[in-house]
């Protein structure tokens, strides 16, 4: 079982839409999460982290389940600059995987005019 | 501030050459990680460098080996190349015990292709 597991969609909007993506992690001893941003052929960027019950930050809100062990995102008012792979990434804090980031696949978004 | 830089951008080898990988970390940052992202994958973790001595490794076979050098920069090898080894290569940096340690900055990577 992959440690992370996305939605790899593709998901195509309309600008000005809401668009959720999900996520599971196996890992109960998790302890940090986030989501991170890849443009075509760049590097991920982060997008923002995921704290206890979660965060907002303007358009984009994270919220974590760890009873599930589960993870979302959601873009409000979608952007054609919203176009990207959104990776949800954890890593477990605790022993040996100190600092180690898993990712998922990666969901692709495109947002149309 | 300078950001984390990778060189080259992109190579092209043949199969059993080896190849060499250079990363520098975004400035004040002490560790480094490494990742290949083939096409169409997340990244996956390759091993970390922090004090030049690899503290973690993921499941990457020997022929995978790293460097720290006292300045925090580090070079990823590879030996004996696959054509499975085509990937992007991610250099990320971050600074060990600070709050936000886990939270990592990717450089652009390098291309390699293996033919």
């Known amino acids: 079982r992959k440690e992370v597991e996305q939605d790899p969609g593709p998901f195509n909007v309309p600008e000005g839409a809401t668009v959720a993506f999900n996520c599971t992690y196996s890992?109960?001893?998790?302890?940090?999460f986030f989501w991170y941003r890849q443009d075509c052929r760049k590097e991920p960027k982060l997008l923002m982290s995921v704290y206890s019950s979660g965060n907002e930050d303007g358009r984009f809100t994270a919220q974590l389940n760890r009873a599930s062990q589960y993870i979302s995102l959601l873009i409000r008012d979608s952007k054609l600059s919203d176009s990207a792979t959104y990776l949800c990434v954890v890593n477990a804090d605790r022993g040996s995987t100190l600092g180690r980031l898993y990712f998922g696949r990666g969901t692709q978004l495109t947002v149309w005019p | 501030d300078a950001g984390v830089t990778q060189s080259p951008t992109h190579l092209i080898k043949t199969r059993g050459q080896q190849v060499t990988l250079r990363c520098s970390p975004k400035s004040g940052h002490d560790t480094v990680s490494w990742y290949q992202q083939a096409l169409g994958q997340g990244p996956q973790f390759i091993f970390q460098y922090y004090e030049e001595e690899e503290r973690q490794r993921g499941n990457f076979p020997d022929r995978f080996s790293g460097h720290q050098f006292p300045n925090y920069s580090s070079e990823l090898n590879v030996n004996a190349l696959l054509l499975g080894d085509s990937a992007l290569y991610l250099c990320?940096?971050?600074?060990?015990?600070?709050?936000?340690?886990?939270?990592?900055?990717f450089g652009p990577g390098t291309r390699l292709t293996v033919l």
């Open positions: 890992n109960s001893a998790s302890q940090s």
């Open positions: 990320a940096s971050s600074l060990r015990g600070h709050v936000s340690y886990n939270e990592q900055f």
